[in-house]
């Protein structure tokens, strides 16, 4: 789900972040108090730490690991503390409660996470409708240069874009 793509979403993330700060658990609150003393203020607001947003820090180990690079130097303390398995936890955990993980809670809050679900999915689903459309589009401008290169090698009439009729594919048949 994308909170910039989709203001509805944008205001449920808004909203879940909003909660998230305000419900941090105490290992959330310790991890935090670590990085602030690995980080200088500047470093610390810049990962989005100072609003307890965990996920730029995963998504920066999860980069540089799967590269092979080393961390930036002011995260370079991490592992020294155990905080790389406890950043990608609490990421975790903050993503599921970004997705709605305590809307469950109560009646409007399931509403809510149904909504977030249906209008997450509804744009996913139309932009992968839209390049199906686009890719069949483009194949069917394509397909009388293919049929006539198909002709020219084989001597066999290509099907037409819509399909072989059954007399086609009998015709088709007979020549083989």
């Not at 003393?37 to 609003?51: I, N, R, S, V, Y």
């Not at 590269?67 to 790389?84: E, I, Q, T, W």
């Not at 936890?89 to 509403?111: D, M, N, V």
């Not at 099907?159 to 083989?176: E, V």
Request: glycine content about 12%; hydrophobic content about 40%; charged content about 20%.
């Amino acid at each position: 789900p994308n909170g910039k793509a989709c203001p509805r979403v944008g205001d449920f993330f808004r909203a879940a972040g909003k909660d998230w700060q305000s419900a941090l658990t105490p290992e959330a609150a310790s991890a935090l108090k670590d990085l602030k003393e690995l980080l200088t203020p500047e470093e610390f607001a810049g990962f989005g730490l100072d609003k307890a947003s965990f996920i730029p820090v995963k998504d920066l180990l999860t980069t540089t690991g799967a590269h092979g690079l080393a961390l930036p130097s002011p995260l370079a303390g991490l592992a020294s503390r155990d905080l790389p398995s406890r950043v990608y936890a609490l990421a975790g955990a903050q993503i599921g409660h970004l997705l709605g993980g305590r809307l469950e809670e109560s009646k409007a809050g399931q509403r809510l996470a149904a909504e977030l679900l249906r209008v997450s999915i509804g744009r996913l689903l139309g932009e992968t409708l839209d390049h199906l459309e686009d890719r069949a589009k483009s194949a069917s401008r394509s397909q009388p240069q293919l049929q006539s290169q198909l002709e020219a090698g084989t001597g066999v009439r290509a099907p037409s874009a819509g399909g072989p009729s059954a007399g086609g594919r009998r015709a088709a048949a007979a020549t083989m």
